[in-house]
């Protein structure tokens, strides 16, 4: 089974449970530049470091 899902608001994703478990089992995934707005989700669910944080802010 294939799902390909293109999101604009990763914060909206990560609140859905479906979202959530797309997310935790994907074989592959990109996580594109990220907003002030976004980043704090992203990190949060990522576990993202600093440094990785700031990349996608500045990317």
């Not at 089974?1 to 999101?7: A, D, G, L, R, W």
């Not at 479906?18 to 949060?44: D, F």
Request: charged content about 15%; hydrophobic content about 35%; some cysteine.
């Amino acid at each position: 089974m294939s799902v390909c899902t293109n999101i604009h608001d990763s914060t909206e994703f990560f609140a859905n449970e479906w979202g959530r478990a797309i997310w935790t089992n994907s074989a592959l995934k990109y996580v594109m530049k990220q907003n002030s707005s976004t980043i704090s989700t992203v990190t949060e669910m990522l576990g993202l470091s600093l440094g990785e944080r700031r990349h996608l802010l500045s990317c």
